[in-house]
């Protein structure tokens, strides 16, 4: 018996709807159980990730059936669900399980970006994620300024001025930060949008 599965509707210009009823519960859950606590909120996520891998279904598809909810989290973006079923898995990393929730799902996307599915989890520490993910991020951004044509110029400086961001933003203190604030929420996304633009740079 399958708990997901797809509807597509017969006209010409057919929109995919994704029926999902246990992953929009375990989205709804985490809507509403996020303001209640940062441990709670963790087991929320983490609840939607075991829906998640239970049906099967592509994380474009997952993020669809999320999107139709009309719900959400002030915590968790939509954009961040891929990275939900690496953060699952890094719960047996050394140190990870006692990271907020916003470092926990930086870390984890970053890791599913950078380095890819099922590789971030089989580190031995939360140290060794953060070495391996800075050590791809310096190679893909080298790799990007190589490539880069000269001509224009403009294409250059774009690359340049991101990774330069996103090395400053990497290198901050923030220590003096508390976890699970609105600051470090927003450090979080800015780094997630910048690691994104690079990729595509």
């Known amino acids: 018996m399958t708990t997901s599965k797809k509807a597509v509707s017969s006209t010409n210009n057919s ?7 246990k992953i929009e519960k375990a ?4 809507v509403v159980i996020s303001t209640t606590g940062e441990q709670e909120a963790i087991r929320a996520v983490l609840n939607l990730g075991k829906e998640m891998k239970a049906s099967q279904l592509s994380i474009r598809d997952i993020q669809k059936a ?16 891929e990275g939900i079923p690496t953060m ?10 006692s990271l907020s929730l916003a470092k926990q799902l930086s870390t984890a996307v970053a890791a599913y970006k950078l ?16 070495k391996a993910n800075a050590k791809e991020r310096q190679i893909k951004a080298q790799k990007a300024k190589a490539t880069t044509p000269k001509a224009p110029k403009a294409n250059a400086t774009q690359a340049d001025t991101l990774a330069s ?20 929420t927003l450090i979080v996304e800015i780094q997630a949008t910048l690691e994104g633009k690079m990729l595509n740079a």
């Open 115 to 130: 380095q890819g599915a099922g590789i971030g989890e089989q580190l031995p520490s939360v140290e060794a994620i953060e």
């Open 165 to 184: 961001i996103l090395a400053f933003i990497t290198a901050l203190d923030f220590s003096t930060i508390e976890e699970g604030s609105k600051e470090e």
């Open 66 to 81: 999320i999107k139709q909810t009309g719900l959400e989290s002030p915590f968790v973006k939509v954009s961040h669900v």
């Open 88 to 97: 699952c898995a890094m719960q047996k990393v050394a140190g990870f399980s």
């Open 27 to 30: 989205w709804s859950d985490l």
């Open 15 to 21: 929109t995919v709807t994704i029926s999902a009823p």
